[in-house]
């Protein structure tokens, strides 16, 4: 994430905004996706928090986290207003959070896969994170199977990491999510409504082996 005052200005100002528009069209998904929560969830990539709204009220406490200064401003502001128990972590999903071992119902990680930095090390700490049997709720965008879409995933991969804070669109993360001990048969793949280059999704529950 962007370092110094113009980072944190950046994150704050246009970063946000830019996932706050840009996103829109995934957010019918956000409510199906969440309806499952319940208890004690953890988010980890919470952004400017485009899934609180979404959260059921069987869910009775969050923990975001989000390694950028600038985005967790706003998730600051927005879980103030929010009425449950709520925390924000400034730090990378990827390094140990400072948090015991399987003392969450649910984790939810939406649409960060595809930018984050040691995927392998933040899928062992969502696992390390929920107790026995309780789900990772995901959703992602993937690379496509084949044809015409996959190669242009790959012709603008470098561009769109350039201006869209490192989303790769040529990533699928049921290898990293089958290698951290997932089961991922409960996911499926479905068209988003995004950018062709990051139409085709993954979304649904992956649960510990
Ligand atoms: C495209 S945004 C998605 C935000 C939100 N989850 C949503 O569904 O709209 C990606 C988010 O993942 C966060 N992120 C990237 N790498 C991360 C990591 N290693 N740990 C936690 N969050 C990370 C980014 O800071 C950003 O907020």
Known sequence: MARGRFGVWYERQLLARILDRGMRGVDPLRGELL??????????????????PHYPAAVTSL??????????AHARARLAEWGRPSTVIVQSGARPLPLPDASFDAVVITFVLCSARRVPALLAEARRLLRPGAPLLLAEHIAAARGPL????????????LCLGGCDPTRDPRPDLIAAGFDVSELREQPLDLPIVVRPGLLGCARAR
């Open 63 to 72: 923990v975001a986290v989000e390694p950028s200064e600038g985005l967790a």
């Open 150 to 161: 996959r190669l242009a995933q790959r012709l603008l991969r470098p561009a769109w990491q």
């Open 35 to 52: 309806a499952p929560a319940s208890g004690r969830v953890i988010e980890i990539g919470f952004g400017t928090g485009a899934n609180l």
